[in-house]
């Protein structure tokens, strides 16, 4: 809007001063955006959808056409494989056992890191800086090579084969970033709103509950969902603190029936697509937040 | 005018205040569990890590147990080829694969900021792959790698390629494949920072080169890469970081092999702790590894004048 206005109001003035400039201008009034030739939008964007969608229909098409076939229409639909690999090869419990993970890690890692971020935001104290630093340096530690001390840690705690270790596990990966999103968004929203709230006799605790909490709401969900999709996808924790079959998740199955001698493409695929359901839901469902989410305050941190 | 309203806004944060009850010990209970949760499962282990690169330790072998001073770290860098290998395959790996998700984010970023028709279904359906896991990638790659009922069977069927064929089998196909699998995943990943970076950009500054007469390039070079520079630095920097710690993909896609032919560092050092219960050893590849990536990080950082111009 200010741009238009700031436009329309300069035309008249500019003309004077140079009078080579006027014919020029009418034609460029129209947005350089929206020059772009249509075939250099949707070539390119045609070809990268092929290569996305590909794979998916091939795990389709693997996932409900009967074993053997080799049509490229998965036609007659059979539902055999889902079948096979939500009993036999107990994907019903894997997913009961993701289900929890992931659930228990979007609140865990959401609840710390909110809290974290708060305090991050709005207080200056003494650790701060050093903390922040922290937090930073620890985007740098490969959790895939802690995996010994880890599995020492909690050998010793007695929580190896229980779920718990493996929700630690994820939160504890997920806080620094989390944090540092969240104290972003917290930003965002002016103290004086807060500073209001108290006039109204709102206290600390309150004030934050009823004025900042409703706006942090797009930047909670995001960082919420990165939390749930992270733990649901990520295999490490799970392959090395989970032994017991009845505790392990959707990954440690899937990487199961790949590394299996021959491997069993229609379970394959069957569970590749119990693994993705989920993930797609949330994503369908958080698509619109997401990039406004990033851009309210995650680069600008 | 504009500049005090967002000093108004953003004011830094204020010491204790006389009508809200705000204990001096408030933001320290407010990071505890945060503090706490990272010196438990992230400082401890790393100092651990630390402490056992200096040792012999070896479960299945105790009677070798016990301090082994830079042992470990002078047999990685003088007797052990493969340590070397893995380490320029993972060098390798990085700079492939954040190279050309980079590029073809942008690309794909900037397609879908522009208006079109079916522009909100293209962006859903391009960004879908970022939400699939490491494994599932590996799942539906061996599927459409397959040397029997994989995609070059019906290329075959094409005239192209012969029948048979397995590229994650050869060593001379099985890394572009594994490339190409990571990428389906991997562009995603910069195409949505970008774009969420490219909304900022402030249209007065297009239609002012468009009033100067610059072509399209030309405000590509000066105006829309100038403002991401920043956003690209940074997720250059957690992607390349990301993709060498991940052993995800390649885990579950080809093992490391065909006969080591795609095992990163950190693959290697999981088989040598997991596997071989190596964990001495393990440990003093683990700070090498955590040494580079942080020498690389800052030099990273300081050639690309991170956050130069504006501050």
Same mark, same amino acid.
């Given at each position: 809007m200010i741009t238009k206005d700031a436009e329309i109001s300069d035309a008249p003035v500019a003309p004077a001063p140079e009078a080579e400039e006027p014919p020029r201008r009418p034609k460029k009034r129209q947005r350089a955006w929206d020059e772009v030739p249509r075939w250099q939008i949707y070539l390119p964007?045609?070809?990268?959808?092929?290569?996305?969608?590909?794979?998916?229909?091939?795990?389709?098409?693997?996932?409900?056409?009967?074993?053997?076939?080799?049509?490229?229409?998965?036609?007659?639909?059979?539902?055999?494989?889902?079948?096979?690999?939500?009993?036999?090869?107990?994907?019903?419990?894997?997913?009961?056992?993701?289900?929890?993970?992931?659930v228990a890690t979007l609140f865990m890692t959401t609840i710390v890191a909110l809290a974290g971020g708060y305090a991050l935001a709005r207080f200056n104290f003494r650790i701060k800086r050093a903390f922040m630093l922290a937090l930073l340096c620890s985007q740098f530690v490969p959790g895939a090579l802690l995996l010994v001390p880890l599995f020492q840690i909690f050998a010793e705690l007695r929580m190896i084969n229980s779920l718990g270790s493996v929700i630690i596990a994820e939160t504890v990966f997920q806080l620094p970033l989390s944090m540092i999103l969240i104290s972003g968004f917290i930003r965002n929203v002016p103290y004086s709103l807060e500073e209001a709230a108290?006039?109204?006799?709102?206290?600390?605790?309150?004030?934050?509950?009823?004025?900042?909490?409703?706006?942090?709401?797009?930047?909670?969900?995001?960082?919420?969902?990165?939390?749930?999709?992270?733990?649901?996808?990520?295999?490490?924790?799970?392959l090395m603190f989970l032994s017991n079959q009845d505790k392990q998740t959707i990954p440690v199955g899937l990487n199961t029936l790949l590394s299996a001698d021959s491997v069993d493409l229609g379970a394959l695929a069957a569970g590749g697509i119990i693994a993705a359901v989920p993930v797609v839901i949330v994503f369908a469902f958080i698509q619109k937040w997401l990039i406004t989410g990033f851009s309210a305050g995650a680069v600008k941190g | 005018m504009a500049q005090a309203a967002a000093v108004a806004k953003q004011p830094a944060p204020p010491r204790r205040r006389r009508g809200s009850a705000t204990p001096r010990r408030l933001p320290y209970l407010l990071i505890a569990p945060a503090a706490l949760l990272m010196l438990g499962f992230i400082a401890y282990p790393v100092i651990s890590v630390f402490y056992y690169s200096l040792q012999h330790y070896n479960p299945t072998k105790p009677w070798r147990n016990g301090f082994a001073g830079f042992d470990n770290f002078v047999f990685a860098f003088t007797k052990d080829p493969q340590f070397w290998d893995t380490l320029v395959f993972s060098a390798k790996w990085v700079v492939v694969e954040v190279g050309l998700q980079l590029l073809f984010g942008l690309a794909l970023a900037l397609i879908v900021n522009q208006s079109f028709v079916g522009r909100a279904l293209s962006r859903a359906m391009v960004f879908s792959p970022w939400a699939v896991s490491g494994v599932l990638t590996s799942a539906i790659w061996v599927l459409l790698y397959n040397s029997q009922t994989g995609i070059t069977r019906y290329l075959a069927d094409l005239g192209i390629g012969e029948y048979g064929t397995s590229w994650l089998s050869d060593t001379s196909t099985v890394f572009p494949a594994a490339v190409v699998a990571d990428l389906w995943r991997g562009v995603p990943f910069f195409a949505i920072l970008i774009l969420a970076d490219l909304q900022s950009v402030s249209k007065d500054l297009y239609e002012a080169a468009e009033v100067d007469g610059a072509s399209r390039i030309r405000q590509f070079i000066h105006i829309t890469l100038p403002h991401l520079k920043d956003a690209i630095i940074l997720s250059t920097l957690l992607r390349a970081v990301w993709e060498f710690?991940?052993?995800?993909?390649?885990?579950?896609?080809?093992? $490391?092999?065909?006969?080591?032919? /795609? =095992?990163?560092?950190?693959?290697?050092?999981?088989?040598? *702790?997991?596997?071989?219960?190596?964990? $001495?050893?393990?440990?003093?590849? /683990? =700070?090498?590894?955590?040494?580079?990536?942080?020498?690389? *990080?800052?030099?990273?950082?300081?050639?690309s004048k991170f956050g130069g111009e504006d501050k």
């Open positions: 964007l045609s070809i990268y959808l092929l290569f996305t969608i590909v794979p998916f229909y091939w795990i389709l098409l693997f996932a409900l056409r009967p074993a053997g076939s080799t049509s490229l229409v998965p036609w007659p639909i059979t539902f055999d494989h889902f079948e096979k690999v939500w009993t036999e090869r107990a994907f019903g419990t894997y997913f009961q056992n993701s289900v929890l993970v992931g108290w006039v109204d006799g709102c206290n600390r605790f309150s004030g934050f509950r009823v004025v900042v909490l409703p706006l942090l709401r797009p930047g909670l969900i995001a960082v919420g969902s990165f939390a749930f999709v992270h733990s649901w996808n990520h295999f490490l924790f799970a | 710690n991940n052993v995800d993909l390649l885990y579950t896609l080809t093992g $490391g092999g065909p006969a080591g032919a /795609t =095992t990163t560092l950190p693959l290697y050092i999981a088989n040598t *702790s997991v596997d071989a219960h190596n964990f $001495g050893y393990a440990s003093a590849l /683990t =700070t090498v590894a955590f040494v580079i990536l942080l020498f690389c *990080s800052i030099v990273y950082l300081r050639l």
